[in-house]
């Protein structure tokens, strides 16, 4: 593992928490008090959103396990392609959370607008993405083993449903209305899975 690359993540991941306090996202009782109750009974903090625990605790020392056992294509002319993939996917959903933060304000897009947390998020986003892209997608040194990718893959499947999901009861209770949640959590693993499998047989 390279542990300069996981306490980075993680430093991203705490640098947000500290942008989010300083906006009063970061719990639910400063939302309450920086921003009313109207703002409070619609929107979410930085400590319910359960993407910034899986970045933590799982997300970060993954990436770094595989740089730091992986050589990877960063400078071919696939992982450029790759690399603005990364970039457009990562805008395309960030315009689409600015947009419903009009409705539910969160610490990463309110009002409309992406905080700086929320475009330190998108960084995070878009570097994580483009390593576990490289991992899947291209040629390694050494070739990559199967254990790392059954183990990745474990590891990533429960993510797209922490990604989407806020620790609040209000959250949970409207999950079963929220097709994009629905469709990241259904869909999301089995595209991983599907790719595990495909390079583990070539």
Not at 40 to 47: N, P, Q
Not at 67 to 78: F, I, P, Q, T
Not at 180 to 197: C, N
Request: charged share 10%; glycine share 8%; aromatic share 14%.
């Amino acid at each position: 593992m390279n542990v300069y690359i996981a306490l980075v993540g993680m430093m991203m991941v705490i640098l947000q928490g500290v942008l989010a306090y300083a906006d009063g996202y970061f719990t639910r009782a400063q939302l309450w008090r920086c921003h009313g109750e109207e703002k409070a009974s619609r929107g979410y903090v930085f400590l319910e959103h359960g993407g910034m625990w899986f970045d933590f605790l799982i997300l970060s020392p993954l990436v770094a396990h595989i740089v730091g056992c992986y050589e990877l294509a960063y400078d071919s002319w696939m992982s450029i392609i790759l690399l603005t993939v990364c970039i457009l996917f990562s805008y395309k959903l960030g315009t689409g959370y600015t947009a419903v933060s009009l409705k539910t304000p969160e610490a990463h897009a309110h009002d409309g607008h992406t905080t700086v947390a929320g475009y330190i998020h998108g960084m995070y986003a878009i570097l994580a993405m483009w390593v576990l892209v490289l991992f899947y997608l291209t040629p390694t040194q050494p070739q990559v083993s199967k254990a790392d990718l059954i183990v990745t893959s474990i590891l990533l499947t429960p993510f797209f449903f922490a990604g989407a999901a806020k620790w609040n009861r209000r959250w949970f209770k409207n999950f079963r209305n929220d097709k994009p949640a629905q469709i990241q959590t259904a869909v999301g693993p089995v595209v991983v899975w599907i790719v595990a499998l495909v390079k583990m047989a070539l």
